[in-house]
């Protein structure tokens, strides 16, 4: 029963709090018939006992020790409790934060956890963004939140710089309440304040801030128990800050570059139409590797320059390397009447012997010439344009070339046409033609059927073209790669000279 | 669509890499992966033989692959042969410029399909 007692050892070493109540009960009289009650009690090897005395009849003292199971069960079940209402507001404090990718709504929660069930107010102060200035929000135990923006040193509120840095919070009782700057209190938190426990909210490598626990004069102390399940809210606090505020980074960085990169819309030039259209692959990113762009002639009689291509890759990646082609073209467009020379130009540039990214791309210098439009294709690896003439007839430009940026020497040859009025160039990337879908889902879209398709555009204005080709293309696939089309169209002339006998379909229908 | 490649050995100074499915943006990393291996492990080797026969579909992503592992056979001294190519293949390589850097002329007029003695004008039709 008692595993130190042995024969010989004292009963102080025993069961050290029997021997006092013995000592007392024999020392308080030493008649043994007028003995009062003592009581006594404590733990043995772990469990608690209750000890109750006897008087023998030699006038000895018979002590017979009593497990008080009640009181075990009582604050095992109190443990379990406490336990479990810690579990549930863990959990709870999970699936709320986690809810949000948005910073401060994010900080707001937390703000509002934290009041409702770990102090009578929260506050929780954000490291400074820019400058000095730093987002703090203050909920009270109602649940009112409040959001300032404040200007001052953390060094000067004992433990918030520390915890602003991520180092593991002192203990409540080292911090003293009375010193709190008024700007950590939220507006009308009855003073003074009773107890203040300051934590970290750890992020990922930085801090997300601090959590500012505050209780009223009359409450205690923060426990260790308190303060450990503060720490733990904290840290899936913390988590979840630093996942938004990594997400409102990358939404930011995102934003930024599709702004750069995604293709303009395009407008008639000198009486020419121009038409664009670009999707992005679903699976992936909004940006893509496929491009296009419009360099207007600076006079009517010039040639405007038009860029149509396909990044190999996809995503961000991609993008990026599309965002320096097309800065490299924009910067050549004065060289444009050599198609050649523009693409070896763009050809070294691009030349890296890390990787083998390739562009390829058409290049189309479009003039008007009196109403029919002068075209110069030139293919650098790219499917070549289709061109719809007047009457549904499709031809195929007979341009080819290299791709662009993988090997060191690259050949191209140009194709110049002329498109009467009515007639559109188009040009597009395999994306459409690539696409995969059909009656049963795994059948590529093909150039054939575009051509067939573009057959049906005959003196279709440009952007009808360019809306049909789209729709076609959305109709068909399941799964699909980047796509962009272009379309160029000569402008018609007026009804009375268009009636002419070769122009027929557009008007007689 | 699963991809697969198998490696066969027919002689110290060459190996072919038989490529069935898709060879794209997804798939591509690996047949590099494995050619690189190749030219690291077997010192002798001096022809490197990509079969297509049972290949489904390229895309550009798998061409910039084909192209860098060019590169490292060429730096190697060993001669990459596009073997067995489908037509979608040629006419892939025709419009992106690289029928020529993939396939020497001498290749050209023999690669069609070995199994079909008496074709050997095929790949080089396919080539124009």
Redesign the interface.
Known sequence: MLPTAEPGIPLESAIDWLSPAHLRLVARSSAPGRRESVNAGGPVAGRKFEAHHATLPSGDVAWSLVEDAGHVLREAQHALTREQERAEFLLEASSVLMASLNVDRCREATALLAARDLADAAVVVAPASRGRRMPVFYCDHAGTLEQRSVDADPASVTGLSEALHGVPPMPSRWIDAATLPDWLIPTGFPRPVGSVLIIPLPGHGVSAGALVLLRHAEEGEFTDGEEVLAGLFAARAGAALSAARLYAEQAAITRTLMRDLLPPALHPVHGVEFAGAYRASEDYEVVG?DFYDVHPAADPDGETLVVLG?????GLEAAMLTGKIRNTLQALTPLAADHQAVLELLNGAMLSTE????A?LVLASVANRDGSVTVRLT??????PLIVRNGGRVEQADT????VG??PD???RSFETTLAPGETCVLYT?GIT?ARGGPLGDHMFGEQRLASALAECAGVPAAAVVERVMMLATQWVGQQ?DIAVVAITAPRRTHLTAVDGHTPGRFTT | MNTAFTTTTTAPQSVSVRIAGDLDYETIDELVDVGSQLLTQQNELSDLHLDFRETTFVDSAALSGLLLLHRRTTQAGIELHLVRRPPFLDRVLQVTGLFGHFVPADDAANDGDPNSVGQASSGEARAR
């Open positions: 590797g396909d990044v190999c890759g996809k990787h083998a990214r390739f390829t293919s650098a690896g790219h499917l070549p080819g070339g290299t791709l993988a090997l690259i050949e191209a395999d690539e790669d």
